[in-house]
């Protein structure tokens, strides 16, 4: 049960190429991959844990081999995500930038097919967002942990601006109205 067949370090060692792996496959499937799983995405997170477990514990099932691969992986992420943190070219790497969707009406085809996103999940961060048509949109982008943020215009083309709603204070004598 807490005998090792291998090395402790073999099992970090192990850990951490695994590790490395499978971050780089998952980065190169793309952006919208790993914000919006679908269940075909869920399944393959399911099977990739499932084959890499043997090249981690080299066949090894005892609690002292899962404890060390454990607390490797737990230990490569939180470094990760203090390098990223601290040095923004390794996080341009790793996570990668935020591209620009729309903008001002205008739909980036190529962006979109670069980046694997249909136009039903456009519309869909659309439809989100509260808005009917892409005239209404400022701009949409795609964001490095796969989701889309619109912003809306403050008038859409083609739409007479809304009337003025009336003020509201929230307290009598306050400046600013909420």
Known sequence: ????????????????????????LLRLSGKRQIGQLTPFDLVLLLVISNAVQNAMNGGDNSVGAGLILAVTLVGANAMMGILTWRFRKLELLVEGRPQVLIHDGKVYRDVMQQQHISFEDLNKALR????????????AILETDGTVSVKRREHPQGEAPAPAAPTIWSHPGMDEPV
């Not at 049960?1 to 780089?24: D, H, Q, T």
């Not at 989100?128 to 701009?139: K, T």
């Open 128 to 139: 989100h967002a509260g808005c009917d048509s892409v005239r209404q949109v400022h701009f």
């Open 1 to 24: 049960m807490w005998n090792l067949s291998a090395p402790w370090w073999e099992f970090v060692l192990r850990a951490l190429i695994v590790y490395g792996a499978v971050l780089i």
